[in-house]
């Protein structure tokens, strides 16, 4: 496992693109942004239950954002295994983490959560890391 | 945040990382050939439990506190998955690399901060 990605048995061209571990990476990133902005929906509208077991967010299921929450976190999971299969994991998780910019700006655009100037230093920050280990991805990918 | 709730939130993400380093232990043991099925499946199944105890821990979390508040707490995990990844499965990462990971955790705790 010294190489990012397995050369052999290449796909048709057909679905290639579709099979290809780094188009797979970015529809994880946007299903995870989904299910967490649906999570979030559905775990603020969940019916109220015992305090015992209130803290384990059991409440949250009798939301149907909670379940569409799931459904898209599912989808997400699916791709990663593939991802996983075909990437090294400090690789994989690296580039991941544009998560941390999609998620607080969807909660930013569509939950009304707001962002203060230290949060917008912090997200960038996040960026420009993620763009780093998508270099050392694209040197890899570059080894014979 | 509660000092309650941040140890929560930390233990929450032990999980997660123990169960990306156990799924990606399987999915390694998918490439030999002929693949071993025990570990296969015990280490997908592994890593799919303790993923569902980082789930409903996160669900908690979330009916409490904000979002764009509990999120950050992930930012712990790229160099706790790094530094797994490197120790129990043996990969590299390029100096490169880790600064881009620093930066992400570093960008992680500006916004936690906040």
């Not at chain 1, 998560?99 to 949060?119: D, F, N, Y």
């Amino acid at each position: 496992m010294s190489t990012a990605t397995d050369a052999s048995d290449r796909p048709a061209l057909s679905v290639r693109w579709f099979l290809d571990p780094y188009f797979q990476l970015a529809c994880g990133a946007l299903l995870v942004t989904a299910s967490e902005l649906l999570l979030k929906r559905g775990a603020t509208s969940g019916a109220p239950v015992p305090a015992s077991i209130a803290w384990l967010g059991v409440g949250a299921l009798s939301s149907v954002w909670t379940w569409l929450g799931i459904l898209t976190y599912l989808l997400s999971f699916a791709s990663w295994l593939y991802v996983l299969r075909h990437l090294l994991l400090s690789l994989a998780f690296g580039l991941i983490n544009v998560v941390h910019v999609l998620v607080p700006l969807g909660a930013w655009a569509l939950l009304g959560e707001t962002i203060s100037a230290r949060r917008w230093v912090g997200i960038a920050f996040v960026l420009c890391g993620t763009v780093l280990v998508a270099r050392t991805a694209a040197r890899a990918e570059g080894e014979p | 945040m509660t000092a309650a709730a941040v140890l929560l939130a930390l233990l929450c993400q032990l999980f997660l990382v123990t169960g990306q380093l156990t799924l990606k232990r399987g999915m390694n043991a998918t490439r030999l050939l002929p693949p071993p099925k025990a570990r296969v499946i015990g280490s997908l199944a592994g890593g799919v439990g303790l993923l569902a105890v980082w789930f409903f821990l996160w669900l908690g979390l979330l009916r409490d506190w904000e979002l764009s508040r509990l999120f950050p707490f992930e930012g712990l995990n790229p160099a706790l998955v790094v530094l797994g990844a490197g120790l129990l499965l043996k990969e590299r990462v390029s100096p490169i690399g880790w600064i881009g990971i620093a930066m992400i955790s570093l960008g992680v705790a500006l916004v936690s901060g906040s």
